[in-house]
C-alpha cells in the first residue's frame, strides 16, 4: 500500500511542533532541547517531521509537483526517527514510517538525488555502501577466524560495509573478532562472500534493492545453518533485527548488538575486564541502536468508523524506549576506572551524529554541522571522549572534530573493551 496507509496518521498532525523538540519533561534549559537536526539547521517548518507530513498528504491528494527546494526538503533528512518518537510521547499516530514512504514514492517516481544514485548503482554491482578498495574479508588477515561457507558455527559476526573496506575502521572489526575469541565464542564470517545489509539503501528510499540485499543475506544465513547474527554496526543492527522482520525476511533469526553481546559475556563471567581506563567519557546513542532499534511491531487490525483515530484490536506503537540503551552503559560502567558522565538528549531522544538518511553522501556539511552540534554537547559535560556504538558515528564523530579543532576523542566501545580485557 505504500504511504496511503499512512493517511490517516499524516492527516491526524495538529501542527503542534512537538516533533521538533525533546518532550517538555526532559528539558532542562535552551541549549539542547532540539531534536530534529533538519528542522533546526533549515529553520523552516516544511523540514520537520510535521512538515514532512504535510508534503505527504498532498502526495496523496494529487496537489504537489517536484520542484527542486521540494527535493531538498525530502533528501536532507537523517531519517533519524527523533521526530516520530519526541511526537509519540503524547500522540498515538505513524511519523517516521510515512516519511520513509515519501522517499521511496520519490525514487519511484525517478525523483532521487545524483549522489545516492551513485552510491545504489555502487550498491549493485559491488555488494558495498562504500568504495569497495581491496577484498572485503581483509581486515581479518591473520586472525585465523572460522568462515561459514567452510565451517559449520552458530554464530555470525557481519562485519559492514565500512567497517570491512575503511582500513581506518579495521580497527573495530579486529577488536570485535578479539573479543570474542577471549571470550570462548564459536563464531564464523563471511569473508569476502560478506554483503551490506541494505540498511541504509532503504533509509535513502530504494526500497527494491533493499530488499535484494536482505534476501541475498537471508539465504546465505539459512544456507550457512547460523541461527544467531552478532554486528557491531547499527546500521545493520537495525537492518537484520527490524527491517528484515517488517518485511517477514527475519523468521526466527536472532540479531544481537556487540554492546549486548558482551554485557552478557561480562555478566556470565566469560570476560573480565581488569585494566584500569582512568578516563571521563560521555555516550552517544546511535540512532539505529537506539529508538530505530525497537523490535518492529506486528499489528493486524482496522480502523473503527468514526472521527476518532481508533483500532480494533488496539494498535500498539513503537515510541524508541525499547531500542538498545542499558547494555552498552553497563559494559562501560564495568570497565575499571571509567566515569560515565551522560548528555542532556539521551536514549529515544538522542541527537543524530549526522551520517544517516544519505545525508552524509549527499549534503556533507550539514552531516558535519549535526556532528559538531553533538560534539558541542558531549563537550558540555566535561568528558575527554565520546564514545559510540556504531562505526559511522564514530567516523563522523572524528571528521568534524579534526574541522572544527576540539580536543575531545572518540571512542567505539569495542576498543575500550579490548583494552580493559
Not at 517538555?24 to 537536526?37: A, F, I
Not at 573479543?179 to 563464531?187: P, Q, R
Not at 506503537?317 to 531500542?323: A, D, I, P, T
Request: aromatic share 8%; with cysteine; proline share 4%.
Amino acid at each position: 500500500m505504500g504511504l496511503e496507509q499512512y493517511k490517516g496518521d499524516m492527516g491526524m498532525c495538529c501542527r503542534c511542533s512537538c516533533c521538533k523538540f525533546i518532550p517538555l519533561q526532559q528539558v532542562q534549559g535552551h541549549p539542547y532541547s532540539t531534536v530534529c537536526p533538519s528542522i533546526s539547521r533549515f529553520d523552516f517548518h516544511a523540514y520537520s517531521g510535521g512538515g514532512r507530513l504535510n508534503i505527504g498528504t498532498a502526495m496523496l491528494d494529487g496537489s504537489l509537483k517536484y520542484t527542486d527546494k521540494l527535493l531538498h526538503v525530502v533528501y536532507n533528512c537523517q531519517m533519524c526517527g527523533a521526530c516520530g518518537v519526541s511526537c509519540n510521547y503524547a500522540m498515538d499516530m505513524e511519523v517516521q514510517e510515512p516519511i520513509n514512504e515519501i522517499r521511496i514514492r520519490c525514487v519511484e517516481d525517478g525523483k532521487t538525488d545524483p549522489a545516492l544514485d551513485k552510491v545504489i548503482q555502487r550498491l549493485r554491482k559491488q555488494g558495498s555502501m562504500v568504495p569497495a578498495a581491496g577484498k572485503r574479508g581483509a581486515w581479518a588477515s591473520g586472525l585465523k577466524l572460522k568462515n561459514i561457507a567452510r565451517n559449520k558455527v552458530d554464530v555470525l559476526f557481519h562485519v559492514g560495509c565500512l567497517t570491512s573496506y575503511d582500513k581506518g575502521m579495521h580497527k573495530l572489526a579486529r577488536a570485535t573478532a578479539e573479543i570474542l575469541k577471549k571470550a570462548g565464542v564459536d563464531f564464523g564470517i563471511a569473508g569476502d562472500n560478506e554483503t551490506c545489509c541494505g540498511g541504509r539503501a532503504y533509509q535513502m528510499g530504494y526500497e527494491k534493492d533493499f530488499l535484494r540485499q536482505a534476501k541475498k543475506n537471508m539465504a546465505m544465513i539459512k544456507k550457512a545453518g547460523v541461527k544467531t547474527v552478532v554486528t557491531a554496526c547499527a546500521d545493520g543492527y537495525q537492518a537484520f533485527k527490524v527491517l528484515y522482520d517488517k518485511f517477514g525476511l527475519k523468521k526466527d533469526l536472532e540479531v544481537v548488538h556487540i554492546s549486548e553481546y558482551i554485557d552478557t559475556l561480562i555478566k556470565s563471567g566469560r570476560l573480565k575486564l581488569r585494566k584500569k581506563a582512568g578516563m571521563a567519557v560521555t555516550y552517544h546513542d546511535p540512532c539505529r541502536l537506539g529508538r530505530m532499534g525497537e523490535p518492529w511491531v506486528h499489528w493486524k487490525g482496522k480502523k473503527i468508523p468514526g472521527d476518532r483515530f481508533v483500532f480494533d484490536p488496539p494498535k500498539q506503537y513503537r515510541r524508541g524506549s525499547n531500542g538498545v540503551y542499558e547494555s552498552p552503559r553497563n559494559v562501560l560502567q564495568s570497565i575499571p576506572g571509567l566515569k560515565l558522565t551522560e548528555m542532556t538528549r539521551i536514549r529515544e531522544y538522542a541527537w543524530c551524529c549526522g551520517a544517516g538518511g544519505g545525508v552524509r553522501e549527499s549534503n556533507p556539511e550539514f552531516a558535519s554541522w549535526t556532528a559538531r552540534e553533538r560534539i558541542d554537547e558531549a563537550a558540555s559535560t566535561g568528558a575527554e571522549a565520546i564514545v559510540t556504538a556504531c562505526p559511522w558515528c564514530e567516523k563522523t564523530f572524528n571528521e568534524a572534530i579534526a574541522a572544527s579543532g576540539s580536543s575531545l576523542k572518540v571512542y567505539d566501545i569495542v576498543e575500550l573493551v579490548a583494552n580493559a580485557l
